[in-house]
């Protein structure tokens, strides 16, 4: 099912990793998983909104598109 603006959705994505003073093997990408509210999704990137203030503030993550590994449906919007 595709997924919509305003939905709550599931984002699977890996992240960059930087490490100093450590051992090569240790550096990796690292899987993510973020839950959130469905705000922007488009050729550049995905926005999720994990709070909302009354202020009119809130707290967003952006992943670049290209990180995406998937995207699942948790809640469609009202």
């Given at each position: 099912m595709k997924c919509k603006?305003?939905?709550i959705v599931e984002v699977s994505w890996v992240d960059a990793q930087g490490l100093i003073n450590s051992e090569r093997d240790r550096a990796k990408i690292c899987?993510?998983?973020n839950i959130?509210?469905?705000i922007e999704d488009s050729d550049?990137?995905?926005v999720l909104m994990s709070g909302?203030?009354?202020d009119n503030t809130?707290?967003?993550t952006a992943i670049p598109?290209?990180?995406q590994e998937?995207?699942?449906l948790v809640e469609k919007s009202k």
């Open positions: 603006i305003g939905d899987k993510v998983k959130g509210r469905l550049e990137q995905i909302d203030y009354s809130g707290d967003y598109k290209g990180w998937s995207m699942r």
